[in-house]
Structures are given as C-alpha cells and as structure tokens.
C-alpha cells in the first residue's frame, strides 16, 4: 500500500498534486449525493458515476464508502476550524452575546458538518483504516482548538475549568442539532399523530440559544 492507499506497483507515476485532485473529486462526489440522499442509499457505483473515472479506481484511495465520508467529515471540520481561526483574526474583541451569535452563525454555515455528526458514525470509524482515523482525529481536535482559541481571545477573564466545561458541553450538543432543525415531512406527520408538539427552530436559534446559555451568565 502506498501514498493514498494506491495498491501494487503496477501504477504509473503520478504527481502529488493529481492523487489530491483524485481524492478530492471523489470526496466531491459524495458530497454532491450526500446532499439528496442518505448514507444507505449511496454506494461506491453511486459515487463512481459521477466522478471523471471508474468505480474500480476509487479502490486506489478509499477501501469502502466508510472511508469516504470521514473523508468528507474531516475536511468539513476543516472547513470550519478555518472560519473561526479568521473570525478570531477579524475582530479585536466581542461581547460574550457576540460571541454567541457568531458560533451559531458558523453552525448555520456548515449545515453539512451538523447533518454528518448526526449520523450513527461508529461504524464508519470502525470500518476505516486506523491512518484514516487518525487524520480525522487530527482535524476533529483542531476544530475544538478553534473553538477554544476563540474563548481565549474574546472571553479573556473566563476561568480554566468554564472553558472546559464549554468544550465539553457544546460539542456533544453538536451531534444534536441537526435532526432537532431538519424535520422531514413524514416525520412532522408522525409526531402530529403521536400528539408530539413541535415547534420548528432553525440551526442558528438552537445553537444561539445553547451557546448564550454557555456564554453569557
């Protein structure tokens, strides 16, 4: 096994940079899928069709559709960590409230990261291979380091143990937003019929209201 997982030595030689664009045209792929279908629904043939190559040559990169959409988690942590590293870059200072308001703005945008972290992903890390995870892992610990680089810097007089309790907090009430903010139209019925009030909240208003709660006491 070699760079990117290409297998045999049979392969022509290829630059860096190609094997990224490969790998990312994929990620791409399922990305594009993601956003009409669910996980069970998307297979590697699913994926193949509307990338530039064959099925088989996915094998080269990814070893099963597990490795794909953690693939396509972590780049999304990195997406976000990125936006709040220039967030903290940005701005000088900001109350509390402000902070509260721009986090769940940065939620709003990544509607994606909150629709994967709502999955069941257990299988998906087991299913992976452990430099896969790892990579992951890296990216998943970034992300809390943005989050935490921007207490320190907006929330200066917040002692140690309040912003551990905060990271501790808000990142596992992540994994909830999204089926609490997207609700399907069968499933709006089923709770009208099972006697379930539901009032509908956007990704911003849960995440606001969780994040000022934190925040501003």
């Known amino acids: 096994m070699n760079y990117f997982g290409e297998r045999g030595s049979s392969m022509p030689k290829v630059s860096k940079e190609f094997l990224l664009a490969r790998r990312e045209e994929i990620i791409d792929a399922c990305a594009k899928l993601y956003a009409t279908m669910d996980f069970k629904e998307i297979t590697l043939k699913e994926i193949g069709s509307i990338t ?3 099925r088989t040559a996915i094998y080269n990169y990814f070893n099963n559709k597990e490795e794909i959409f953690l693939a396509l988690m972590q780049r999304e942590y990195e997406c976000w960590s990125a936006e709040l590293d ?9 109350t509390r409230d402000q902070l509260a308001q721009e986090l769940a703005h940065s939620l709003e945008r990544h509607e994606r990261l909150l629709k994967l972290l709502s999955m069941n992903y ?4 087991e299913n992976s291979r452990y430099e896969n995870l790892v990579t992951f892992k890296k990216a998943y610990g ?5 989050v935490r680089h921007c207490l320190d810097k907006f929330c200066p007089e917040m002692k140690e143990k309040d912003k551990e ?3 501790y907090v808000f990142f596992p009430f992540m994994y909830g937003i999204y089926p609490y903010a997207v609700v399907t139209e069968k499933q709006r ?9 539901f009032v509908y909240h956007s990704i911003y208003e849960l995440s606001y209201r969780c ?3 934190l925040l501003v006491r």
């Open 211 to 213: 994040l000022k709660k």
């Open 189 to 197: 019925k089923a709770m009208e019929g099972a006697g379930v009030d």
């Open 165 to 167: 309790e905060f990271l």
């Open 86 to 94: 220039e967030m903290v870059q940005e701005h000088e200072s900001m």
């Open 122 to 125: 257990f299988n998906m890390e």
């Open 142 to 146: 970034e992300s809390i380091r943005a």
């Open 52 to 54: 530039s190559f064959n």
